[in-house]
T-cell receptor, first 118, second 110 residues
Framework: DGGITQSPKYLFRKEGQNVTLSCEQNLNHDAMYWYRQDPGQGLRLIYYSQIVNDFQKGDIAEGYSVSREKKESFPLTVTSAQKNPTAFYLC?????????????????FGAGTRLSVL | GIQVEQSPPDLILQEGANSTLRCNFSDSVNNLQWFHQNPWGQLINLFYIPSGTKQNGRLSATTVATERYSLLYISSSQTTDSGVYFCAVALGGSQGNLIFGKGTKLSVKP
């Protein structure tokens, strides 16, 4: 089945530890995104990538890092510099991010990863 | 930056009732999407509707771009409609990232 797979579903981070959240898609989409959701809030953009080997900071990139070595994969690392990492993390993809082909920025989401601090 | 406001923040319905959710935005947009987040956190895209009206079963949506608002209608609500409904907009082009509202939390009681 085509879709977006996030793993793990639950993750616990110790003080000073870096952790990596996985996001894989088999939709052949060019654009991928990482969002953070806090309780009772909407989604905020952490990083996005429009093409392999390229990515851009979103609104809340501090304390996070990403890579895009393959079209299918966009892992997110929550570094020790992120002092308040407890949140629900969602990965999404779309055919394109924006530009003239507007409908191709319809975003599809994975099931999310819940990150907590021990 | 662009502001997205959703109302009401919370809504409790009896099964079978109808409801209207509203999304106001502060700037002209060329991308507007409605999402449903189920109680387990999964987001499902309901509509891509930067303008006009669309219907999908018991759900329909209307966006009046010139007046900067969108409405999501849910008819004959069911308990499975419970969850949070988000509106997200984008300006397009180099500013094509979606900006999400805070959502409307809907609870449908049997």
């Amino acid at each position: 089945d085509g879709g977006i797979t996030q793993s793990p579903k639950y993750l616990f981070r110790k003080e000073g530890q870096n952790v990596t959240l996985s996001c894989e898609q088999n939709l052949n989409h060019d654009a991928m995104y990482w969002y953070r959701q806090d309780p009772g809030q909407g989604l905020r953009l952490i990083y996005y990538s429009q093409i392999v080997n390229d990515f851009q900071k979103g609104d809340i990139a501090e304390g996070y890092s990403v890579s895009r070595e393959k079209k299918e994969s966009f892992p997110l690392t929550v570094t020790s510099a992120q002092k308040n990492p407890t949140a629900f993390y969602l990965c999404a993809s779309s055919i394109e991010r924006g530009g003239l082909k507007l409908a191709k920025n319809i975003q599809y989401f994975g099931a999310g990863t819940r990150l907590s601090v021990l | 930056g662009i502001q997205v406001e959703q109302s009401p923040p919370d809504l409790i319905l009896q099964e079978g009732a109808n409801s209207t959710l509203r999304c106001n935005f502060s700037d002209s947009v060329n991308n507007l999407q409605w999402f449903h987040q189920n109680p387990w956190g999964q987001l499902i895209n309901l509509f891509y509707i930067p303008s006009g009206t669309k219907q999908n079963g018991r759900l329909s949506a209307t966006t009046v771009a010139t007046e900067r608002y969108s409405l999501l209608y849910i008819s004959s609500s069911q308990t499975t409609d419970s969850g949070v409904y988000f509106c997200a907009v984008a300006l397009g082009g180099s500013q094509g990232n979606l900006i999400f509202g805070k959502g409307t939390k809907l609870s449908v009681k049997p």
